[in-house]
């Protein structure tokens, strides 16, 4: 692997710089799975903005198991982002899942994202690497450190230094209870490994809301670098990935509660 890359990525976002690294305050991305309508999005931006997060998160692309759940308004929730971004300053995170797509996302998103299904999608990941805006790199469901820490390399071969590493539950045996397997063990061996910037998704880890804070706080006192969460205005009715959301209400207590457990945000 690389060695003497940054161990930080700085993204510029309307409201100032934001770092994301070891020696850096942690840095939460917070907001819908999927971008439904304008006042959702907008709605959701404000509240977590007002609750400390730094980035609103919310696809556009969706990469859905079955081809008839929602797949995300693409195109026009690119504009419903930059709505939510206008109305709160807050950094942009969302989805690519198609090269021919990368222009337009890039052109809204402060942070590009890789979803795990895509991350060995190696066409995607040099033409990420070709581009600026850094990219979040979620760790495929069956992906070993290994080949995620490749994945990383193909982005920064191709020229963009810029990459976050997310963990987002990897594939287990028992699904009954949980839909992932949060592997929160990357966390020492990925710092061990790279100096690259370290995410913890225990929405998409868990797949259940009620099992969020405790994985967000152990995360921390792992030393993640940044969580990433997703909050719905209304859960029960969300398109995509309600039983995991959390409430505008149960994020703020959540960002109170991890302000307690370690590294100062
Ligand atoms: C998401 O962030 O909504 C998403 C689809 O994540 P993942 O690629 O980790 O499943
Ligand atoms: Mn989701």
């Not at 109305?87 to 994202?113: P, R």
């Not at 469901?141 to 080949?147: G, Q, R, V, Y």
């Not at 809301?209 to 719905?232: F, K, N, Q, R």
């Amino acid at each position: 692997f690389r060695h003497g890359e940054p161990s930080e990525v700085v993204v510029s976002t309307p409201n100032g710089f934001v770092p994301f690294g070891e020696h850096h305050p942690l840095v939460t991305i917070a907001g819908p799975c999927s971008v439904e309508n304008e006042e959702m999005i907008v709605y959701t931006a404000q509240r977590v903005k007002a609750a400390g997060a730094k980035f609103l998160r919310g696809g556009a692309y969706k990469p859905r198991t079955s081809p008839y759940a929602f797949q995300g308004h693409g195109e026009s929730a690119l504009n419903l982002l930059i709505a939510a971004r206008d109305a709160t300053g807050l950094g942009i995170i969302t989805e690519v899942m198609d090269t021919a797509d990368l222009e337009k996302v890039a052109a809204v998103a402060d942070i590009v994202q890789v979803g795990a299904r895509n991350m060995q999608n190696f066409p995607l990941l040099k033409k990420v690497g070709a581009q600026d805006k850094p990219v979040f790199l979620k760790r495929g469901m069956s992906a070993t450190i290994e080949e995620w820490l490749m994945a990383a390399e193909y982005i920064m071969a191709a020229g963009n230094p810029n990459v976050i590493l997310c963990e987002r539950g990897i594939r287990g045996f028992d699904r009954q209870y949980a839909r992932n397997t949060l592997d929160l063990s990357v966390i020492p061996v990925l710092r061990s490994l790279t100096h690259l910037p370290i995410a913890i998704d225990p929405s998409h880890g868990t797949g259940k809301a009620e099992y969020v804070p405790s994985m967000a706080m152990a995360a921390i006192a792992a030393g993640t670098d940044s969580l990433m969460i997703e909050v719905h205005p209304n859960p029960a009715k969300a398109l995509s990935d309600g039983p995991q959301s959390l409430t505008p209400e149960r994020f703020d207590s959540l960002m109170q509660e991890l302000a307690v457990v370690g590294k100062a945000m």
